[in-house]
């Protein structure tokens, strides 16, 4: 479960590097509450896929094979940082396509930060609960648990910087966004290395879909890094690549 921990970890990289980039948009005259439309709908999809969308019927399991176990309370509480996060970031969707209607805002708004509020309380259950486990199943679900975490602590980031004015630091958070960047990117290739070699190793072949999807991730990092066009839909892809990475785990 080596990858599905690095990829977490990248993960935390990638969602600094939004952040920063959607601080330039900002401070360039974007919209505030893009970086939380952005983190609300990065957290809903990393848990709808997670074990197969199992927090669907509220429900959280940690481990693999025999170690496998169900984590009482942590289902309910990411199911519902799940429902908040999806029902906020559709409403503040829609509200930006309605070209309008700001009365909606305060509502997402409030979902999103029960969402973020239920992620911390569900994470620090998980934690305590997990503590308990077998090592093999601390290390598989330690990437899931770094993943939600990153992304959640975005969400709660950009709702509590939003309501304030930005000053003109575009060049600074820009500067900060690439450094996050090239972290991110780094670990997605040494996470493509590990897949590779433990592919090899277990099963004898380089061409794992754990591989293959750390590669992918690692290519993804790779593009973001490239000083073109479409910096925060590159560095959002990255993120992506890394999410699909650490629920495929390996």
Do not use: K
């Amino acid at each position: 479960m080596i990858v599905s921990a690095v990829a977490g970890l990248a993960c935390l990289f990638a969602s600094v590097a939004l952040f920063w980039s959607a601080r330039e948009r900002r401070a360039q005259g974007g919209d505030p509450l893009a970086p939380a439309l952005a983190s609300g709908a990065a957290l809903a999809v990393l848990l709808m896929a997670q074990d197969g969308g199992s927090l669907l019927s509220w429900a959280f399991r940690a481990g693999a094979g025999v170690s496998r176990a169900a984590l009482p309370g942590v289902g309910i509480l990411l199911g519902v940082t799940l429902v908040c996060a999806l029902a906020g970031s559709l409403l503040l969707g829609a509200q930006r396509l309605a070209g309008g209607a700001d009365a909606a805002r305060p509502v997402a708004v409030g979902l999103l930060w029960a969402a973020a509020a239920a992620a911390a309380i569900g994470l620090g259950v998980a934690i305590v609960q997990t503590g308990m486990l077998p090592g093999e199943a601390l290390a598989s679900s330690a990437g899931v648990l770094t993943a939600v975490a990153a992304v959640a602590v975005a969400l709660a980031v950009a709702l509590f910087d939003a309501p304030r004015p930005v000053p003109a630091v575009a060049e600074a958070a820009a500067s900060r966004a690439l450094v996050a960047t090239r972290v991110a990117a780094a670990l997605a290739v040494l996470a493509a290395l590990v897949a590779g070699t433990l592919g090899y190793w277990r099963q004898g072949t380089y061409a794992a879909p754990t591989t293959l999807a750390a590669v992918a991730a690692a290519l993804f990092g790779l593009a973001a890094l490239e000083p073109t066009r479409l910096t925060l839909t590159r560095r959002l892809l990255l993120l992506a690549a890394l999410l699909l990475l650490v629920v495929r785990g390996g």
